[in-house]
C-alpha cells in the first residue's frame, strides 16, 4: 500500500488535523449567528435609523404646523389692516365736515334775515369767515400768505410774473391768491409776482 495515498499519513488531509479543527470551527460559528458579519463595528443599527427617522418628522410636523400658524396670523393682520384703512379713507373727511357745519349754519342764518342793513351783512360775513378759518385751523389747513420782500420760494409759491422792482430780485411783489398747506403738504401754493432781475 501506498504510503501518500493514506489518509492518515497525508499531512493536513485528515480531519484530524488542527488547521482544519479550527476552520471548521469558524464556519460552524458563523453559521450559528447569520448575518453577523454584515454588522460592523459603529453601524448604527435599523432601530436606531428608525427612531432617527421618526423623530426627524415630528420635527418636520412641527414646523409645518408652526409655519401654517404663522401665515394664518399674518393673512389676519393684513385683513385688519386693510380694513382698518378702508374706514380711515371712508370716515378721513367727517371731522372736516362736522367742522364746517356751523359755517353753512351762519350763511343759512344769514339769508334768511329779510331786510338785514349792509351792516348786519358785513358783521355776519366776518363772523361766518372767522367760523371757516377756525374750522380749516382745527383741521391743519393752514394760509401761505408770504409777506411782500419774502425771497421767492419755488416749493409753497408759483409765480404769475416777473416785475421789475425796487427790492432784491427774485423776492415776492404781491401776493394774488393764498396758498394753502394741509400738514405741511402744499394744497395750494400761494400765487405772487416776483421782483425781476436788476
Known amino acids: 500500500m501506498n504510503s501518500n495515498a493514506d489518509p492518515l499519513n497525508n499531512p493536513g488531509a485528515g480531519p484530524d488535523e488542527p488547521g482544519a479543527a479550527q476552520d471548521a470551527g469558524q464556519h460552524a460559528a458563523s453559521s450559528a449567528h447569520p448575518g453577523s458579519a454584515d454588522v ?8 436606531s435609523l428608525h427612531e432617527q427617522l421618526q423623530s426627524w418628522q415630528d420635527k418636520y410636523a412641527e414646523m409645518s404646523e408652526s409655519f401654517l400658524r404663522a401665515k394664518a396670523e399674518a393673512e389676519n393682520a393684513r385683513r385688519r389692516g386693510d380694513e382698518e384703512a378702508s374706514k380711515a379713507r371712508k370716515f ?3 371731522g372736516f365736515a362736522d367742522s364746517l357745519l356751523p359755517v353753512k349754519d351762519s350763511l343759512e342764518a344769514a339769508i334768511a334775515i329779510d331786510q338785514a342793513t349792509p351792516e348786519q351783512l358785513y358783521e355776519g360775513v366776518h ?4 367760523q ?3 374750522a380749516l385751523e382745527r383741521n391743519k389747513v393752514l394760509e401761505i400768505s408770504p409777506p411782500v420782500g419774502t425771497r421767492f420760494d ?3 409759491h408759483q409765480a ?5 422792482s425796487g427790492q432784491e430780485a427774485n423776492s415776492v411783489v404781491a401776493v394774488l391768491q393764498k396758498g394753502y ?7 395750494r ?3 405772487v409776482t416776483v421782483s425781476a432781475p436788476k
Not at 40 to 47: D, R, V
Not at 127 to 130: D, E, K, P, S
Open 127 to 130: 363772523a361766518t369767515l372767522r
Open 132 to 134: 371757516l378759518n377756525q
Open 40 to 47: 460592523t463595528p459603529g453601524q448604527p443599527s435599523a432601530l
Open 92 to 94: 378721513a373727511i367727517e
Open 181 to 187: 398747506l394741509i400738514s405741511d403738504r402744499v394744497l
Open 160 to 164: 404769475i410774473s416777473v416785475v421789475p
Open 189 to 191: 401754493p400761494a400765487l
Open 154 to 156: 419755488p416749493h409753497h
